[in-house]
């Protein structure tokens, strides 16, 4: 199942890009494998080049949590605020690396927790992020926690051009948030949607499946409080437990008993039939959007395209390079306030192995991989490199292919990582 929260697709390629058995504290103690400074300059290409060699993307971390969930293994610092001010700073330098306002369509701010800044220190941050990518942008999204997110920073976040907020509501039932540590009520739900409303923002919802103790009946209620406050778009994510985090230790010590699989595979066919049901198109294996409202931002990551990325532990894929910052906050404000690169681990995929990468990112669309323009991105034929396999998912009935694309079918969704996970 889908990894859990908010920048997914981000997170996705950390892991596939992460060093294997490499725990998060131990990461930044390794050697930085480039020496260059963080004012080296960001590379800029000509307005021909192609969206999988110049960014027409940006991503920007944001660490900072109220509290760290039981179950989070992403970059985040709970109880750190005093170090707001100087990673804003540290942000500061390390846009400045791209010399030159660049021209992009989409800017995601992630986290952590980006509502958790205040209105202040958004301004600020927003206020820079717009002088090196002053747009018209397509596409402005900002992930915020419901307990956060209120009319005075929705109406700043707006005029700032940000058009969409994906909210980490995860279950509006309090026994599950208590499961997951979330500290927000179901209550600050409706208010945070109301200020991204009144500000003119379109609405994301990001829940979870498959908590400890959650029942099927519990799950559909869910689904049904979140589609009661009619969204835009809803994310749905089978719980994972990420090696190292409490919800982990807690399982390992038996303290709870896992969702049984079978029962999570009837949540997400139900989350599938639900979402359809009420006019939602599945556009991703874990993505549903009203027509017009996919996110454009989470697009490039499966079409694997290019990306600025901003922050501690962000990545990026900039001319065919992906690079990766360190994860650890101090060490990334030591490095890039101390004139540093953040980077801790640059790569440059050989052809076939990038092509291979675009075809499992592909494969979780629902367009799935189409063969003309795959052939355009990576100069490899899709069925000669995986036409073996693609015949045998086909067979299986987890595939739909024709002479223009092969795609997943429902039954394949629910196997994807599988799929996914062979391809590469
Ligand atoms: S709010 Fe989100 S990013 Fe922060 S600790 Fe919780 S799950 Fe992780």
Not at 181 to 188: M, T
Not at 229 to 257: A, C, M, N
Request: charged fraction near 20%; include cysteine.
């Amino acid at each position: 199942m889908a990894r859990t929260h908010h920048a997914d697709p981000v997170a996705d390629a950390r892991v596939r890009f992460g060093p294997a058995g490499i725990e998060v504290g131990e990461i930044d103690t390794l050697p930085n494998q480039r020496s260059h400074s963080v004012l080296d300059v960001i590379p800029s290409f000509p307005d021909s080049a192609p969206p999988w060699i110049a960014p027409r993307a940006a991503y920007v971390h944001i660490p900072f949590c109220a509290h760290h969930c039981g179950y989070c293994d992403f970059a985040v610092a709970a109880g750190q605020d005093h170090r707001i001010e100087p990673y804003l700073d540290a942000l500061a330098t390390e846009l400045a690396a791209l010399r030159t306002p660049r021209e992009i369509r989409t800017l995601f701010l992630g986290g952590g927790t980006p509502s958790h800044l205040d209105v202040r220190q958004l301004s600020q941050l927003m206020a820079e992020l717009r002088r090196w990518f002053p747009g018209p942008l397509d596409e402005i999204s900002l992930e915020a926690n419901p307990d956060s997110f209120n009319e005075e920073k929705a109406s700043l976040l707006a005029s700032f051009g940000v058009n969409r907020v994906s909210l980490g509501v995860q279950s509006f039932d309090p026994r599950m948030l208590r499961r997951l540590e979330r500290r927000h009520e179901p209550a600050h739900v409706e208010p945070a949607v109301a200020a991204a409303r009144h500000a003119g923002m379109q609405v994301s919802l990001d829940l979870i499946f498959g908590v400890p103790g959650q029942s099927m009946t519990q799950w559909a209620s869910d689904l049904k409080s979140a589609l009661a406050i009619s969204p835009d778009h809803v994310s749905t994510y089978g719980l994972t437990y990420e090696k190292g985090t409490q919800l982990w230790k807690q399982r390992q010590r038996g303290e709870f008993s896992p969702a049984p699989e079978e029962l999570e595979l009837q949540m997400y066919q139900h989350a599938m039939e639900t979402l359809e049901a009420a006019g939602f198109k599945q556009y991703e294996i874990s993505n549903f959007a009203r027509h017009g409202f996919e996110s454009r931002h989470n697009q490039v990551y499966w079409a694997n395209e290019a990306f600025y990325g901003f922050g501690v532990g962000a990545a990026a894929y900039v001319g065919g390079t992906r690079t990766l910052n360190v994860r650890n906050l101090e060490v990334y404000l030591q490095r890039v306030l101390g004139g540093e690169s953040p980077v801790f681990q640059s790569e440059t995929l050989e052809p076939e192995p990038r092509a291979r990468e675009t075809l499992a990112m592909n494969l979780r669309r629902a367009e799935g991989i189409v063969f003309d323009r795959f052939c355009e991105q990576t100069g490899f034929d899709a069925t000669a490199l995986v036409g073996t396999r693609l015949n045998r998912y086909t067979a299986h009935g987890l595939l739909e292919l024709d002479d223009r694309s092969a795609r997943l079918t429902r039954s394949g969704r629910c196997v994807a990582d599988a799929i996914v996970a062979e391809m590469l």
